[in-house]
T-cell receptor, first 113, second 115 residues
Framework: DAGITQSPRYKITETGRQVTLMCHQT?????MFWYRQDLGHGLRLIYY???????DKGEVSDGYVVSRSKTENFPLTLESATRSQTSVYFC????????????FGPGTRLTVL | AQSVTQPDIHITVSEGASLELRCNYS??????LFWYVQSPGQGLQLLLK??????LVQGIKGFEAEFKRSQSSFNLRKPSVHWSDAAEYFC?????????????FGAGTRLAVHP
């Protein structure tokens, strides 16, 4: 199916473990984004990518790593998970630019114990 | 710096009543403006957008929004709310902030609909 998908939808892990959240889009959009959504903070940008092999930090990038070897995939890795990274993570993509219409995935709810 | 303010955290309306959700933005140039809706457990879905031209824009699900430059506002309206409209609504502005171009989201307004 066309669109943007995220996996897993739910994940429970322990402090200190490495976790990778996957994001895949079928539109060949150039731009992809990772956000986290927390109560009281709304959506905060973690990382974004303008094209394959081009990534840059957002406002809350500490503790996260991204890669983008293919246009359609944009995985987000928590190198050593902490309780403060418990959140709902959304991946998004955009055809035109980083400040234009974005299409969102369904989200991954991550709990770090 | 660019910012988006949604003054109402929670709003409750009766089914069939009209709705207006407020959004104020701070941006130096003509902004790109968006309204997104998030149903429980779902991602964000675009309701409508404004780039230029007619200041009254129509969106999906019977929503509309009006861009008022003099008031720096982009309020979302619906003439008759349905129970399925209960969700969280986010206003966003596209702009340059913190060293890069991005969408800047408001904190959201949670809408409850009474039968």
């Amino acid at each position: 199916d066309a669109g943007i998908t995220q996996s897993p939808r739910y994940k429970i892990t322990e402090t200190g473990r490495q976790v990778t959240l996957m994001c895949h889009q079928t539109w060949s959009h150039s731009y992809m984004f990772w956000y986290r959504q927390d109560l009281g903070h709304g959506l905060r940008l973690i990382y974004y990518s303008a094209a394959a092999d081009i990534t840059d930090k957002g406002e809350v990038s500490d503790g996260y790593v991204v890669s983008r070897s293919k246009t359609e995939n944009f995985p987000l890795t928590l190198e050593s998970a902490t309780r403060s990274q418990t959140s709902v993570y959304f991946c998004a993509s955009s055809f035109r630019s980083s400040y234009n219409e974005q299409f969102f995935g369904p989200g991954t709810r991550l709990t770090v114990l | 710096a660019q910012s988006v303010t949604q003054p109402d955290i929670h709003i409750t309306v009766s089914e069939g009543a009209s709705l207006e959700l407020r959004c104020n933005y701070s941006y130096g140039a003509t902004p790109y403006l968006f309204w997104y809706v998030q149903s429980p457990g779902q991602g964000l879905q675009l309701l409508l957008k404004y780039f230029s031209g007619d200041t009254l824009v129509q969106g999906i699900k019977g929503f509309e929004a009006e861009f008022k430059r003099s008031q720096s506002s982009f309020n979302l309206r619906k003439p008759s709310v349905h129970w399925s409209d209960a969700a969280e609504y986010f206003c966003a502005v596209g702009g340059f902030s913190g060293g890069y171009n991005k969408l800047i989201f408001g904190a959201g307004t949670r809408l409850a609909v009474h039968p």
